[in-house]
């Protein structure tokens, strides 16, 4: 398993884990847990976001407990026996419990009436995929405060690697939230929550007209552009600022090392006209 999904597995057994303890204190040991436990819990969840996030946690729970009938700890994989929820989205609904959580993080202000910008921490950054829709996740995230910032919902989320160059290892993006996927632009630089590749900051290009999908590319060219559906993007955040948490070093700075960095980018250089 990699490391992406052995966080999300262990975020989602963590907020079954605190939901028990919440509700259940005598429930202790695994063979203390039953269908109807788990069908409270996934109801829960549902409630709280979306069916489809709830269909991703039964499928979590559903290889966890797989893995203990193999090893002969449990009797039996009850969770097969329920049910996967239709997903298909429905036009004219009514708001959703998450959508109104969404509109009540949007209007929360702090008492100099600016909006909170929460933020993702590095250590907890591949757990966000589990609890992007949870409010209680979300609630307990550092929050801080930016007041020139447009107006809209706006969250930090730390850079990892170099495939965006000059950002460097370590910085945060500030991203505004972006709720209709017809207004991503294309050649613009977003943060995305993608349900099989985790959180990415890229260049996106939208090609949802095209075949339902964003190209994704690096500034970086010595990484390659892939594509993702828009089924599998539950987050978008179009780039406001950026924090960087750490000075360039003065070799980072001299003109050898900005000319490199630039070819590894791919970037065609030419030569300047000196203006008298």
């Not at 969404?102 to 589990?130: Q, R, T």
């Not at 829709?133 to 930090?156: M, N, S, V, W």
Request: with cysteine; net charge negative.
């Amino acid at each position: 398993m990699g490391e992406k999904s052995l966080d999300d597995y262990k975020s989602r057994l963590k907020g079954l884990n605190k939901w028990l303890k919440k509700n259940h204190k005598t429930v202790v040991y695994i063979n203390e847990l039953n269908k109807k436990l788990v069908l409270d819990y996934l109801n829960q969840v549902q409630l709280n976001s979306s069916a489809r996030n709830r269909n991703n946690y039964r499928t979590v729970f559903s290889t966890i407990f797989q893995v203990l009938e193999d090893n002969e700890l449990i009797d039996k994989n009850f969770i097969t026996q329920i049910s996967i929820l239709k997903t298909t989205p429905k036009r004219h609904k009514t708001y959703t419990i998450k959508e109104q959580n969404e509109i009540f993080e949007y209007l929360e202000v702090n008492d100099n009436n600016e909006n909170l910008i929460e933020v993702v921490p590095v250590k907890a950054s591949a757990g966000y995929l589990a609890g992007y829709d949870d409010p209680e996740y979300i609630e307990q995230l550092q929050k801080i405060k930016l007041p020139f910032l447009p107006t809209g919902k706006h969250r930090a989320f730390p850079i990892k690697g170099d495939s965006m160059l000059p950002m460097k290892d370590g910085a945060f993006v500030i991203g505004r939230f972006v709720e209709d996927r017809s207004e991503i632009k294309t050649g613009k630089t977003y943060v995305l929550v993608t349900l099989n590749d985790g959180m990415v900051y890229k260049r996106v290009y939208n090609n949802i007209d095209l075949n339902n999908s964003l190209l994704l590319m690096s500034d970086n060219k010595t990484y390659n552009d892939y594509s993702v559906p828009i089924d599998e993007i539950l987050e978008i955040w179009e780039f406001t600022c950026s924090i960087n948490t750490q000075e360039y070093s003065e070799e980072e700075l001299k003109i050898s090392s900005i000319l490199g960095m630039f070819n590894e980018l791919g970037v065609e250089l030419k030569a300047l006209n000196k203006i008298n």
